[in-house]
């Protein structure tokens, strides 16, 4: 999440309200720590061969660096901060901030997280990866968002977001089903009216800079109870881009 000008106040207080739940495996949060292992293989595998480095080993991306924009408590960028990168966290929430940070000290995680948005950035901060995953849904200007954190993309780096897609399935799988039926999240987290078409982010990412290398649908299983890799991008997807070197 931001600060002005892309942040969205409501948003902000929302996601502090929950804040105290973001390693809560059970809590309100259990849906992005179902999530989160297809969000790292998807990432592992590509940043891999877009690096050009070794899947197998413990630590295969030390040296490159990670903006992890709207980090909240911190669910992705402490376990690629185990791959190696070194990790920058900015989050509009100060209490979500707080919260990763005392998590990251216990665990030993080397990230550095601050109270910040994309557009409050220094200049001259550069990193190999850019991460805008699930929050380009909760800012207000997200052309904006995506120009601002595209700004501190390296020549030849990488970007992945995530989102939801503005789609009938969407509304009734992630609103209905997710907040009023299965409970999933609070009600009123989404707003169908901001999810975002792959053909708007596609658009957004050019303006920024950005090309799109590919989209991969993720989708869930209630039989396994588990996310997988799916070629629909009907509810939630994946999208990967690079600037050009």
Not at 37 to 43: G, N
Not at 54 to 64: A, I, N, T, V
């Amino acid at each position: 999440m931001t600060q002005p000008g892309t942040a969205s106040p409501e948003e902000i207080a929302r996601f502090t309200a929950m804040a105290d739940a973001w390693w809560d495996p059970t809590g309100k949060f259990k849906p992005l720590h179902k999530f989160n292992p297809v969000r790292i293989d998807f990432m592992r595998r590509q940043f891999a061969e877009l690096f050009g480095r070794d899947p197998s080993l413990e630590r295969p991306f030390e040296g490159l660096t990670l903006l992890d924009v709207g980090s909240g408590g911190g669910l992705l960028s402490e376990p690629l901060a185990a791959l190696g990168f070194t990790v920058t966290g900015i989050d509009a929430g100060e209490k979500n901030v707080k919260v990763a940070s005392l998590h990251a000290e216990k665990t030993g995680a080397n990230v550095t997280y601050r109270v910040a948005s994309p557009e409050q950035l220094d200049p001259a901060e550069m990193y190999d990866v850019v991460l805008c995953m699930e929050v380009v849904e909760h800012v207000t200007d997200i052309d904006l968002f995506l120009r601002s954190a595209g700004a501190h993309l390296k020549p030849g780096g990488v970007f992945v977001g995530a989102t939801l897609n503005r789609t009938p399935k969407s509304w009734l799988l992630a609103v209905v089903g997710a907040e009023y039926i299965l409970r999933w999240l609070p009600r009123g987290t989404h707003d169908w009216h901001k999810f975002v078409r792959p053909s708007e982010f596609s658009r957004m990412l050019r303006n920024a800079g950005i090309e799109t290398h590919r989209f991969v649908g993720v989708s869930y299983n209630p039989i396994s109870d588990e996310w997988r890799e799916t070629d629909s991008l009907d509810v939630n997807y994946l999208v990967l881009g690079g600037k050009a070197a």
